[in-house]
């Protein structure tokens, strides 16, 4: 039984260049090469690229890869290389749909493989080993030493090598996974409240599949902000609301015009635990399939 190891780029595959900026240069056969695992393993490549760069289009093919790769039943579980920046974005679009009893993990690093200590060797073995030994647990992240569930995985450190934790206290419920269904050229922008925001912002979006409000505290937005939203939520255009809190579950409490109390009565949805960015995934994944979005929020 092989593990696939399947990469995308990222800092872990990363080398600085002539003027030390960081690109991916590593191809996945170097980085298993590397790692130290005693596993049977093959790599491919898909992508060389940094995870900021990793849009719909790019989520798309990782779906498709993934789900091709399962049809392998020499396949005992799959690992993806992955940039940090997005890799719980990811790692949530992936989970949405993944209904074999095979693990997805997906990993990488914060520093890079020419550094004088590369994290990404022991994550990349980590998560060999997890992809190699774990059933039916959906897809997952390894990083640092600890194995996360992709729901309700945020990243809360931009140098530190322990960067991924949970937003809820324990693990979240995976929804019923759906079938897959193309998510490039959905138009669905992240929008953060600030004090006092007006509705400029709201005013200058233009046609969208719909919108992640990235709201303050428990899910509110000020008032000029919560009445150009309201307008999009009469026109039926799907809102998710979003908390700009680092921990904690979005509760539509409040009223007035920005209140998540008033957004909720017309139509607009809390995120729950979930991050602005995983907010978007899963809108666009319900929005893609036809599915009600409350089911997979």
Same mark, same amino acid.
């Given at each position: ?7 995308? *780029?990222?800092?872990?595959?990363? +080398? ?5 900026? @960081?690109?991916? %240069?590593?191809? #996945? ?6 790692? =130290?695992?005693? &596993? ?23 779906? &498709? +890869? ?9 396949? +005992?579980?799959?690992?993806? %290389?992955? =940039? ?11 989970? /949405? ?10 990993? *990488? ?8 200590? $590369? ?15 774990? &059933?039916?647990? #959906? ?7 600890? +194995?996360?569930?992709?729901? =309700? ?15 809820? $206290? ?14 490039? *050229? /959905? ?13 400029? @912002?709201?005013?200058?979006?233009? $046609?969208?599949?719909? @919108? ?19 307008? @999009?939520? &009469? ?20 009223? *007035? ?14 995120? =729950?635990?979930?991050?602005? #960015? ?11 399939? #036809?599915?009600? $979005?409350?089911?997979?929020?």
């Amino acid at each position: 039984m092989n593990v696939l190891v399947i990469s995308t *780029g990222g800092t872990i595959a990363s +080398t600085a260049d002539a003027r030390g900026a @960081l690109v991916p %240069t590593l191809t #996945g056969e170097e980085l298993v090469a590397g790692c =130290g695992t005693t &596993r049977k393993v093959r790599a491919v490549d898909v992508a060389h690229l940094d995870s900021s760069s990793m849009g719909l289009a790019e989520v798309d093919m990782l779906r &498709r +890869t993934v789900r091709k790769s399962l049809f392998d039943e020499d396949v +005992t579980g799959i690992v993806i %290389t992955h =940039g940090t920046d997005s890799m719980a974005e990811t790692a949530l679009a992936l989970d /949405l749909v993944h209904t074999d009893a095979r693990p997805v993990v997906l990993t *990488g690093a914060m520093h890079s493989a020419d550094h004088p200590r $590369p994290d990404g060797p022991a994550n990349l073995r980590g998560a060999i080993e997890t992809a190699a030994t774990q &059933r039916g647990t #959906g897809v997952l992240v390894h990083f640092a030493g600890g +194995t996360f569930p992709a729901r =309700g995985l945020m990243k809360t450190q931009t140098t530190a090598n322990d960067a991924f934790t949970l937003s809820s $206290p324990s693990p979240l419920p995976r929804p019923m996974a759906v079938a897959p269904a193309p998510l490039d *050229g /959905l138009n669905i922008p992240i929008v953060r409240a600030w004090a006092g925001a007006d509705s400029s @912002l709201i005013e200058a979006l233009g $046609p969208v599949d719909g @919108l992640i409000l990235e709201a303050l505290g428990s899910g509110n937005v000020s008032a000029a902000m919560g009445e150009a939203v309201a307008k @999009l939520l &009469r026109r039926g255009i799907p809102v998710v609301v979003a908390t700009s809190v680092p921990y904690g579950e979005v509760s539509f409490a409040y009223g *007035g015009a920005g209140g998540g109390s008033t957004l909720g009565a017309l139509g607009a949805l809390p995120a =729950g635990y979930l991050s602005a #960015g995983q907010a978007r995934i899963a809108l666009a994944t319900a929005l893609a399939t #036809g599915v009600n $979005p409350r089911s997979l929020l």
